[in-house]
């Protein structure tokens, strides 16, 4: 499984941004998906998770009610929709895969960079 993450960029906050990331193998709806960010000195946190159809979505608590997570059978892809973006949200977003009966992503996609100005 290959995982290819687009959409990072510059915004200022209270923007909007969605971020994408296309899976690449079999079975894809197979896994669990997840987007997770890395902000500069601190460690790599958890953002979203979801399943294929969306019947199950989880966030953490610094950005549930502004982010989205879904996702599109027919492109294999993954989306972040990030709303009310804050400065605090600036980090380096990943996409991962992990088999839905497991908890460990196992596979990630190589980041795209968020920038929120204030």
């Known amino acids: 499984v290959q995982l290819q993450a687009f959409g990072g960029g510059l915004v200022q906050a209270g923007g909007s941004l969605r971020l994408a990331c296309v899976v690449f193998?079999?079975?894809?709806?197979?896994?669990?998906m997840g987007w997770f960010r890395q902000a500069p000195e601190k460690e790599r946190e958890f953002v979203a998770g979801?399943?294929?159809?969306?019947?199950?979505?989880y966030y953490a608590a610094s950005v549930k009610g502004r982010f989205t997570i879904s996702t599109s059978n027919a492109k294999n892809t993954v989306y972040l929709q990030m709303n009310s973006l804050k400065p605090e949200d600036t980090a380096v977003y990943y996409c991962?895969?992990?088999?839905?009966?497991?908890?460990?992503?196992?596979?990630w996609g190589q980041g795209t960079l968020v920038t929120v100005s204030s």
């Open positions: 193998g079999r079975s894809v709806n197979s896994y669990a």
């Open positions: 979801g399943t294929w159809g969306g019947d199950n979505t």
């Open positions: 991962a895969a992990r088999v839905a009966t497991s908890s460990e992503y196992v596979y």
